[in-house]
């Protein structure tokens, strides 16, 4: 079953945006596709990971799907004009697992060490479940990968700090917010990196409001992330009011200015991501008002990055610990069934021997019997189960499996009916 394991994916690294956006899944499609999977080619466990970055379809199969999963993928968006198949890449059980755990990780995403990911990984592994599509081999796999994250979290560098302009913004934010008991956020323009920063903010203890030129995307990212939207003509309150305002709007000349400010009433910090400045400089003298910004964060940001692709290496190592790990138990699975009917064979056998005493006995030696043969039979059993499970870490159990299967006649064992 272990080397079954593949994958079939797209991701930023080879696929232009437009195309990802093609083929994302949603949870509701996620397992609807899942379900198609199991109807169509006889799939019994599978994991649909679906980000802004990648698509990627994790499956058990005795054959590679790869082609066929990429056409159906094609089929279940409706992409039969502009099909997206030839993006896909396959990938094979040694390459699909290290994958996995890489981007689980965050060792394989756009932004080295993000903690965002991991979470994404954890909600497909959910819609694996509900849809009774994860077995034993993917929760043991998918734990692997969880345990491994947090001893990448606590034996390593890799996940301190804020690797991106984004997440430093709201980092910064979320310190400065420990003075409110009640602290309002405001960010203003919507494109990739004032997205970014809303997402980041998800969850946050703040009454976070998001403004943009054009209202319905505003409200699209309020309902997505929990926030609320304000009209952009509500500007002027609504810097005025907030604690902290995160800008990045582009924008000819500065939409926060000095006079926009002028006696402001509480602390406040305004965060300028944006090219060129959207928040006048000038700000910074009024009373109370701390500013940041994009250079100063991307120093921050660019310090982080250098300490995580140094830690990668120790990232790596950790990963490679878990999968030797992971693949040891996976084959020792391969041979639990022989162990298992090894061992009924062996019980059978002393079973039929002691039925040959009943009533040439009594009951004080009865008893002793049981427990003299069950313990010759643990002796028995201990060697050949050792061996068994050695010869898997040395790639050599089949073998061993066959003379068992011989010597015992188990493979008969295992088809001879229920009395």
């Given at each position: 079953m272990h080397r079954q394991f593949k994958a079939v994916g797209i991701s930023y690294r080879n696929t232009p945006l437009e195309v990802r956006e093609a083929v994302t899944f949603d949870e509701n499609q996620a397992k609807q596709f899942m379900t198609m999977l199991k109807e169509t080619f006889g799939v019994d466990e599978a994991l649909v990971l679906s980000t802004c970055n990648r698509t990627e379809i994790y499956y058990t199969s005795s054959e590679d799907l790869a082609s066929k999963i990429a056409g159906l993928i094609d089929v279940f968006h409706g992409l039969l004009d502009q099909p997206a198949a030839g993006y896909f890449r396959a990938m094979p059980y040694e390459e699909a697992v290290n994958h996995l755990f890489e981007v689980s990780l965050g060792v394989d995403s756009q932004v080295l060490g993000d903690i965002q990911i991991t979470n994404q990984v954890k909600k497909a592994y959910q819609w694996s479940a509900d849809e009774d599509m994860a077995g034993p081999f993917l929760h043991r796999l998918l734990h692997t990968i969880f345990y491994t994250n947090k001893r990448t979290v606590q034996e390593t560098p890799f996940r301190d700090g804020t690797a991106s302009v984004a997440s430093a913004a709201v980092d910064i934010a979320n310190q400065f917010m420990h003075n409110y008991t009640a602290p309002q956020v405001a960010v203003i323009g919507l494109g990739e990196i004032g997205a970014n920063v809303a997402e980041n903010l998800k969850g946050a203890t703040a009454d976070?409001?998001?403004?943009?030129?054009?209202?319905?995307?505003?409200?699209?990212?309020a309902e997505e992330f929990g926030h609320r939207a304000v009209a952009y003509e509500r500007l002027s309150e609504v810097v005025k009011s907030a604690h902290v305002v995160i800008s990045a709007v582009q924008a000819p000349e500065p939409i926060i200015t000095s006079?926009?400010?002028?006696g402001n009433e509480h602390p406040k910090m305004l965060i300028d991501l944006s090219v060129p400045r959207s928040i006048e400089e000038a700000v910074e003298e009024i009373n109370g008002v701390l500013l940041y910004n994009v250079d100063q964060l991307q120093e921050r940001a660019s310090q982080a990055l250098k300490r995580r692709h140094e830690a990668v290496g120790q990232?790596?190592?950790i990963i490679a610990e878990s999968i030797a790990e992971f693949n040891n138990w996976s084959q020792e699975m391969e041979v639990s069934p022989t162990i298992k009917r090894f061992k009924q064979a062996l019980e059978d056998i002393r079973k039929a021997e002691l039925a040959r005493y009943v009533g040439k006995v009594d009951e004080q030696q009865a008893k002793m019997l049981e427990k003299a043969t069950k313990s010759m039979m643990q002796k028995v059993i201990k060697l050949p189960v050792l061996q068994l499970k050695a010869a898997c870490k040395r790639g050599e159990a089949e073998s061993l499996v066959g003379v068992l299967n011989d010597?015992?006649?188990?493979?008969?064992?295992?088809?001879?009916p229920a009395e």
């Open positions: 976070v409001c998001l403004v943009n030129r054009t209202f319905q995307t505003a409200q699209s990212h006079s926009l400010l002028s990232v790596k190592a010597l015992f006649n188990l493979e008969k064992e295992e088809s001879k």
